[in-house]
């Protein structure tokens, strides 16, 4: 498996898709076939979407990469996810948040899930995987943000929302960025970059993507 791992790296890579040394270190270490449901363990390698539990997805490699790449990810910092679905991506962002031999103070990752049987396999393919110190999954409505843990460095939802939702704007940090697909539910949407900086919010639009809706008080409605 982790030849087909290295394998998908060097096809991002030459595709132009990688390129900031420690996603690709990232995406490298994360052992996506212990994320993807067992019957798809052998697809874990493919640059596609996978069907996960409750009708959900775990988004496509290259879609991971590009929206790491987008939140401009550090060590120490503090990333809240917005759709913990399998736990993948929140592995992803805590292997370059909260490197193991780091030094300063590590970071964190916070995943909310709405879906009970989803945040419960989140939490346990993250345990299995030794990324429970590292990330903390919640389960509840991510429109509203995570109050316990604001504000933070950087937002990510990997799910569409009609608008973005105002609470994950109020708890980002001055200086900080979120990455958040926004449109219609099960159509083509735009993958936002906001920048906030004090009360301004910048916010341009790098291409168009397809994530599930995000459902819940500033989503859709379930
Ligand atoms: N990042 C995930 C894939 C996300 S799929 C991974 O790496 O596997 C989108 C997820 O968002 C789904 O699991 C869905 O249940 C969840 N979701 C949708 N609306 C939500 C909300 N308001 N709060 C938290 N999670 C939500």
Request: charged fraction near 25%; include cysteine; hydrophobic fraction near 40%.
């Amino acid at each position: 498996m982790s030849e087909k791992r290295e394998q998908l790296v060097r096809r991002l890579i030459e595709e132009g898709v990688l390129s900031q040394p420690e996603v690709i270190r990232a995406i490298s270490k994360v052992p996506r076939e212990e994320f993807v449901i067992p019957d798809l363990c052998e697809q874990a390698y493919m640059d596609t979407p996978l069907p996960s539990l409750e009708g959900q997805t775990i988004s496509a490699p290259h879609m991971v990469a590009i929206m790491c790449q987008l939140l401009s990810l550090k060590p120490g910092q503090i990333v809240l996810e917005v759709g913990a679905g399998t736990g993948y991506h929140a592995a992803v962002c805590a292997e370059i948040v909260a490197p193991r031999q780091h030094g300063i103070k590590d970071g964190h990752v916070f995943a909310i899930e709405r879906i009970r049987s989803l945040a419960e396999f989140a939490r346990s393919n993250l345990a299995r995987c030794g990324y429970s110190d590292r990330v903390t999954v919640i389960e509840g409505d991510g429109t509203l943000g995570y109050l316990d843990a604001a504000p933070y460095d950087r937002i990510l939802v990997t799910a569409a929302a009609p608008r973005i939702p105002p609470p994950l704007k109020a708890q980002l940090k001055d200086g900080g960025r979120m990455v958040i697909p926004v449109g219609e539910a099960y159509s083509i949407q735009d993958l936002i970059v906001v920048e906030r900086s004090g009360n301004d919010f910048r916010e341009w639009t790098y291409g168009g993507c397809v994530f599930v809706p995000l459902c819940g008080r500033y989503g859709w409605s379930p």
